[in-house]
Structures are given as C-alpha cells and as structure tokens.
C-alpha cells in the first residue's frame, strides 16, 4: 500500500476482535483497503502504573489479532498519544476516506469522540459511529414519555420485550470477516517496552460459561467460584455481548438479567453523566461523613477484622477480581459502618479490578451507598458476620484468602457493627433532613 492509496480506517477501542466487530464488518462493504488502528490513549494511559495488568490484557489482545491479520498481509497499526493529536498525523499521513469506530457510552469517550469527529469534517472525511458493545444503547430503551428509565425493574421488562420482538439475527457470522478486504500493510508492532509499560503480574482468566446452569444456584456462594469472568472481555470486546446475551438468553435468566443491569447502568451514565461523580439522589449531598484515612486503609489492606469483609479486598489486591455478593459486603461496609463516601471505594476499585467498567463500578458503589437510582435504602446495612454465617459458613472462602484467620495476627473487628449502624442511619438521616 502506497501513502497515495485510498483506505477506509477503522478504530479499535472497546472491540478488541475481528469477528462480529459492527464497524469492521460495515467497513468491509466500501470495497476499499481497510487498516485497523489502536491507539494506547494517554490521556488514560498516564493515570495508570507501569505494570498495571489491563494494559498487559489489552496488549495480548491486540497481538492475538495481529497474529490474525498476518493471514491477510496486512497487521495492525499501533500508535500512543493523545488521540486528537495522533488523528491530526494520520490524516495528514493517509488518504482517508471514512473512519470507522463503535460507539463509547462514558462521558469520556463521548467527549472525545466529538472532537475527533470534528477534526475529521473538517479534513472533509466521514466519521461513522456504530452501536456494538450493547444491545440497546443510549435512548433505545425509554419510557412512554420518552425518558430514561431510573428503576432497573420496568427498565428490564422493556428491555425484554424489545429483545423478544427483534427479528434480525442476533450474533453476526463470524465467516464475515474472511470477505473484508484488508490493506497489505507490515507494520512494526511494539513492545510493551516501547509503550512505556511493563507486563502485568495478574493474568487476566479467560471467560468461564460452564456454571451458567447453575447460576442463579452457586451466584451467592464465594467458595463455588461460579463467576464467569466475563468483565474484563466484555469491558474490552474481546467477546461479542450479542454472542454471550444470545447464550445467557438460552442459559440462565439470572445471568441474562446481569447483563441488562449492565445496559441498565450504561444508559443511567449517558443521560446523567454527572452521577460518575455526585450523587444520582441529591438528597444525600449533605450527609457528614467521616472519611478517616486510616480506616480507609485497613479497608483497603483488608484489615478490618471484619473476615467476609478482609477477605474481599485481599481477593481484589491479589487478583483484580472479588466475588459479586462480596463486593456488595464490602462497599457497604466501607460506607455504612465507616461513612466514607462512596467515591473513595469507587476509586479503589477502579484503580485495581481488571473488570472495571466506570458505568457498572459507579452503579454499584452508588447503589450500595444508598445514593444511586434505584439503590438499596440507606437503612439497609449489611452484617457482615451475617452474611460470612450465611454465604460462607465454613469458612473455605475465607481461608483461601486470610491464612492467618484464629490467631493473633489477624486483628480484632475495628468497630462494633451495631454501633456503626446506628451511627450510620443516623448520619443518614440528619443529612437528609438537613436538605429540607
């Protein structure tokens, strides 16, 4: 391919393969070469540490079809920058006709994707967006009156039906991408080294579909390990969501509503892009909360003497991964019992899960602090004695991931769980009524 060669490009973000890729499969219809790009962002890449596992994840991913395009001739093209300025070489350097990406849903992305959008109309080139890492994505799934559901239940049942009533075919050939025409490319593909990254001590698992059946059976028990870390190939597209909600819809539909909950909190970011960091209900922004560094600490460290508590965070640490029903143990722990904002454990997790996904991880935290749409109550305060006694009554859970349990090394409950509830529906309730 020749600098004077007309391509079509097609940008690589959240979609992380060849098959069932909405844009790659849209671009392939121009007839023209068609170059696939990633670009290593650092405008996120520099808020992260050099060795962070995500990176190492997405790096293997990019190889792997790298390896792929090998069969066509062609290779990827890898570049970091800030995208802005990488698209202002590009375009200088190439004869674009079209770029081709799949929509970003998080504040973030929109942002960025607009300014690119406007630096391509302004170089007279297409910029074509397309829905793929949902199956209904922003405004597809409203109310009568044309807005955003804030309740997950009514959103769901809609959700349903519009999926019951689709009649096209859900999952796209995958032999689809054997017809594209790939430019004949040989670029140089970098080292992480060269990235400015080293790899990742955490191996991301691959996805785990077996314990489907089961689900809704093993979901809540953390010793089964019944999970099927899917996150991390969801969160970059690695996996096609049409491929696993058509599996799950066949398979369990527990697992299935998971997923909605997914698109659920994605389009909850979209229409208020201001929940990512406030409080969906601002009712709650006058709470006085206590935000001790030191006890955020032992929380983070999983020394709270709390076990199902202690044992989540050291999972976290150590893997990048915590148990679903553990995750709901420990972030209410953290603003319950220790009134710290929810921000602070949304920072944390998103910092070390490999599955992180901003619009799920600020669901979650918001809904286990009580501030978030359809949210437990603020008076709803886990035990977590309780829930070890209910969930991990023999302690193998437990034990993998607190050796030391029953002896003097591991410290005593750093507070009184009655205590800390009452203290917390207090709060709750003086901040609330501060409001008014």
Same mark, same amino acid.
């Given at each position: 391919?020749?600098?004077?060669?007309?391509?079509?490009?097609?940008?690589?973000?959240?979609?992380?393969?060849?098959?069932?890729?909405?844009? %790659? *499969?849209?671009?392939?219809?121009?007839?023209?070469?068609?170059? %696939?790009?990633?670009?290593?962002d650092e405008d996120i890449l520099n808020e992260l540490e050099s060795d962070d596992s995500r990176v190492t994840f997405i790096y293997d991913s990019l190889l792997d079809i790298n390896h792929s395009l090998a069969q +066509?001739?062609?290779? %990827?093209?890898?570049?970091?920058?800030?995208? *802005?300025?990488?698209?202002?070489?590009?375009?200088?350097? =190439?004869q674009i006709k079209e770029v081709y990406a799949n929509e970003d849903y998080e504040p973030y992305g929109i942002k960025r994707d607009a300014a690119i959008m406007e630096l391509c109309k302004q170089h007279d080139v297409q910029f074509n967006l397309y829905k793929d890492h949902v199956i209904f994505a922003k405004d597809e799934v409203l109310k009568k009156d044309g807005t955003p559901?804030?309740?997950?239940?009514? +959103?769901?049942?809609?959700?349903?039906?519009?999926?019951?009533? *689709? =009649?096209?075919?859900? +999952?796209?050939?995958?032999?689809?991408?054997?017809s594209i025409y790939f430019a004949e490319v040989n670029y140089q593909f970098p080292t992480l080294q060269m990235l400015g990254f080293e790899r990742g001590k955490i191996k991301t698992k691959d996805y785990n579909l077996a314990h489907l059946q089961d689900y809704q059976k093993l979901r809540d028990l953390p010793q089964k390990d019944a999970g099927s870390y899917l996150g991390p190939h969801l969160r970059f597209g690695t996996i096609s969501i049409r491929a696993i909600?058509? =599996?799950?819809?066949?398979?369990?539909?527990?697992?299935?509503?998971?997923?909605?909950?997914?698109?659920?909190?994605?389009?909850? *970011? +979209?229409?208020?892009?201001?929940?990512?960091?406030?409080n969906f209900k601002s009712k709650y922004d006058w709470i006085k909360w206590r935000n001790h560094e030191d006890d955020f600490e032992r929380w983070c460290n999983g020394t709270t003497g709390y076990t199902m508590v202690d044992a989540g965070m050291r999972q976290l640490n150590q893997s990048g991964y915590m148990h679903n029903r553990v995750r709901m143990v420990t972030a209410s722990f953290l603003c319950k019992q220790l009134l710290i904002e929810w921000q602070w454990g949304e920072a944390y997790f998103a910092s070390k899960l490999l599955d992180f996904e901003l619009s799920s991880n600020v669901g979650n935290w918001q809904w286990a602090a009580g501030t978030g749409c359809d949210a437990a109550p603020y008076f709803r305060v886990f035990n977590p004695a309780l829930q070890q006694k209910k969930f991990d009554p023999d302690y193998a859970y437990i034990r993998k991931w607190i050796p030391e349990l029953g002896t003097m090394q591991y410290p005593q409950p750093m507070v009184e769980h009655a205590f800390a509830r009452d203290r917390a529906l207090k709060k709750y309730k003086e901040g609330i009524e501060s409001k008014g």
């Open positions: 391919m020749t600098k004077e060669t007309t391509i079509n490009m097609v940008w690589l973000r959240r979609d992380l393969r060849l098959n069932d890729n909405t844009a %790659l *499969l849209i671009a392939a219809k121009s007839n023209l070469p068609v170059v %696939l790009l990633f670009i290593f +066509y001739n062609s290779a %990827l093209l890898i570049k970091k920058g800030k995208p *802005l300025q990488v698209f202002e070489a590009l375009l200088a350097e =190439h559901y804030t309740v997950f239940t009514p +959103y769901k049942n809609q959700w349903i039906k519009q999926f019951n009533d *689709l =009649h096209q075919v859900i +999952y796209k050939d995958s032999n689809q991408t054997n909600v058509k =599996h799950a819809s066949q398979t369990s539909e527990t697992f299935l509503s998971e997923l909605i909950w997914r698109e659920f909190f994605m389009q909850v *970011l +979209y229409h208020f892009p201001q929940s990512a960091v406030r």
